[in-house]
């Protein structure tokens, strides 16, 4: 037997307004007791790129049901809503619903790619808005709702067609000339890991933990990194390289921010190099 | 079939110290299942009166259900705890409970108005307290799992006439000798929205999109502001006026904070006037 | 009737990233209906001890089920992972998932002490894991989302004496030549309330309220603070020492943070005199 389906959030509207709670309150007028999961809502403003890693990050543990992603810097603009069904992934037909802004397809793509994909056009299940800039409570969280009562997504509107579906850039992630690798910052976590767009495989085969790494940004050498399994394998304030939780490799520190050590942001471009192999 | 009763909580507790995860617990102690939703937690620390305008913008999407909401700079003193039932609203009989300092009649107000009141006087169901500080865990949830248990509001104390609950102040906004409007600015949101306490009637019965209004606070001109839809009708550092989602006016910027831009404040007075028909 | 066994959270994982989205997607495919407490997530990262005062604050009042708590600055070594079942408590039988690195046990004990433990060395039910730094969602939160299905604490893994698990010093508290007693700061709350690890009973048996009583930091002296019920008993500035609802006493002002008037810290030692008898 099935369970209910479970609505995962996720939102750049920040945890002090109350914007979270409205979407809570709209779930839970149609179907009091939803599972409902706060993915995260601190997602930084009106970052789309941001937001569509985050989604990314949590595709591949999410519970069956209905994911709301909302970062919509074109909200109540002509930029569609949309409600795009996953093909597989962790439980079959995980529905995204959120604005057609890029957002959403990372994340789609991690769960097998996008089947059915409707716009949200169908007023009749719109909350009668006041203003038109709180898409998530009066369109999003409403077809969430729908479809937790047992809607099927086609009720939400007309398909459309998943190649038409906006779609930013990916991270960077490229081998350079001389062997090294050029890998962005996809993500300083809340402890201070700096997460590349690059995996273990993007570094060769010929790594061993202990290996030394150097890394560099801006054009200038961060110092180098050993490539250990955890956290409490690094001496204090020795720099180290790990394959992190989510299969990426990430720079860290022992019990200690790398990101503030080192001065690098989300966004910044790394280059990883193994001197060995290139001397 | 109605569902279970949905438990809606606001307070000033903070995420850091787990004061909200003592109401759920305390609520879930008397009832594992029931259905929680934390409507913000990060009202300003000990703002009472921020506090009943975030409730306010909350009311007419609440979940049938209970309400607690705590900010109560007075808690353990003389002040009363209460519980009040709107008599009208989204979802009939709606129950707050809290302080009585002020934070609940707005709320209550837009559901209808009060019902049945009472003072939470039956220590019965009162938590025994290892000091008098905290009596959303130790009275006022306790109050809210027994009516989730189906009790009823006058298990919960003696009646008490709804005109002796506490008011406070409503947000100023008033038209001046010249035709324009001075409002207070009842919140600035996460992305730096500045709400204002009026709406667009309040502007008179001829504005159009891209109208442009004059705004100015503490006698200083802030600039001009375009009347639009929505934000992203305006150019990059242009000025906005729209109706919000909450159906009042709002200043803002695309895609930046019009709070930060400008220098404004929650309370701060804003004058706005019609250049065109004030000439 | 039991209802289902509550699964309660308390980590230093933050509310940016997604980690805490992860722990309740992990239980909720497992048990999409499961109730799920989030306790607090911002225990200061990597303070193992600052999060077992912050558990053993939440453990009077936990609701009937397992409590996930990760503080774990040595997640992939050898370090355990652990689960213990308390003997007492509220409810019988909650049980403790985390890692043994001593941030489990100063609530068990409050719990009536720790019965069956287990160290969690099965694999059958953790996830496949990319990288081994992320336990709470690829072991602990698996763990729990077992239990919450039905299982027992010995399908977790193999018994271990509860005598072996890492424990930290307490908090100081002791009473000094003179008679004054000399206090750690457990606790500066989101008000700025400053709790220390003495309660009543470590000040002596003659103390009334409105006693006045001197406070030392560092060896200087904090002033003089009245001992009173509740915060509005003070006058504004006046310094104030309670009893607080975890019945410690806490050093306060009215509608102010004590913590920041009086430049201290968690960790600080306060010493508390009283004039009176020492003269």
């Known amino acids: 037997l099935p369970g209910p389906l479970v609505i995962s959030l996720l939102t750049d509207y920040g945890l002090v307004d109350g914007f979270v709670g409205a979407l809570h309150s709209v779930v839970r007028r149609a179907v009091p007791s939803a599972p409902i999961i706060d993915l995260t809502h601190l997602v930084t403003p009106q970052d789309v790129r941001a937001g569509s890693m985050a989604l990314a990050r949590a595709a591949p543990y999410l519970a069956p049901g209905v994911v709301v992603a909302v970062v919509d810097p074109g909200v109540g603009s002509e930029r569609r809503g949309v409600a795009v069904q996953a093909v597989g992934g962790p439980a079959p037909g995980i529905t995204f619903i959120g604005p057609d802004n890029g957002l959403l397809p990372p994340a789609v793509d991690l769960l097998g790619g996008a089947g059915t994909c409707v716009e949200l056009e169908d007023r009749g299940y719109w909350l009668a808005a006041l203003g038109p800039t709180f898409a998530g409570r009066d369109i999003f969280a409403p077809a969430a709702a729908l479809l937790a009562r047992g809607a099927d997504i086609s009720d939400l509107g007309r398909p459309i067609a998943a190649?038409?579906?906006?779609?930013?850039?990916?991270?960077?992630?490229?081998?350079?000339?001389d062997g090294s690798v050029e890998a962005e910052i996809t993500w300083v976590d809340h402890f201070g890991n700096v997460q590349l767009a690059a995996g273990p495989g993007d570094l060769g085969a010929n790594l061993r933990t202990s290996h030394l790494?150097?890394?560099?940004?801006?054009?200038?050498?961060?110092?180098?990194?050993?490539?250990v399994r955890t956290f409490s394998d690094l001496a204090p304030q020795e720099l180290?390289?790990?394959?992190?939780?989510?299969?990426?490799?990430?720079?860290?520190?022992?019990?200690?921010?790398?990101?503030?050590?080192?001065?690098?942001?989300?966004?910044?471009?790394?280059?990883?190099?193994?001197?060995?192999?290139?001397?």
């Open 163 to 177: 190649e038409t579906l906006e779609r930013l850039p990916a991270p960077v992630c490229r081998r350079l000339a």
């Open 213 to 227: 790494l150097s890394l560099a940004a801006h054009g200038a050498a961060l110092g180098s990194a050993r490539l």
């Open 240 to 279: 180290g390289l790990l394959v992190d939780s989510y299969g990426q490799l990430a720079i860290c520190l022992n019990g200690a921010s790398a990101a503030a050590h080192l001065g690098v942001l989300e966004g910044d471009l790394v280059v990883v190099s193994n001197p060995a192999p290139s001397r």
